[in-house]
């Protein structure tokens, strides 16, 4: 594990947590998806970089299930702000 800096939900804000390589795949993964962890899992996005390191039950559900539109919303909201 690493002690590391991250982002936190809230705007400006920062924590520092102990890191492992899954904590951190799901920490990206979760301020991606407009930091719904629920979502995370719904992710079809395979040009993403860190697509193939997401366990293996995650990918499989994420080729059958849709991505709630609301979160999809709150993303581009999300990515739209840091621009």
């Known amino acids: 594990m690493t002690m590391h800096t ?10 520092d947590v102990d890191l ?6 799901f920490a990206f993964c979760k301020e991606c998806m407009g930091w719904q962890p ?8 395979p040009h ?3 697509y193939p390191f997401r366990n293996e ?4 559900a994420s080729s059958t ?6 979160a999809v919303a709150a993303l581009k909201k999300y990515r739209k702000g840091k621009e």
Not at 6 to 15: S, Y
Request: charged share 45%.
């Open 38 to 45: 629920g979502e995370v899992e719904l992710c079809t996005d």
């Open 20 to 25: 492992t390589r899954k904590t951190a795949i």
């Open 6 to 15: 991250i982002r936190t939900e809230e705007r400006g804000k920062f924590k």
């Open 65 to 70: 299930r849709k991505a709630n539109p609301k």
């Open 57 to 60: 039950k995650a990918s499989k």
């Open 48 to 50: 993403c970089p860190l």
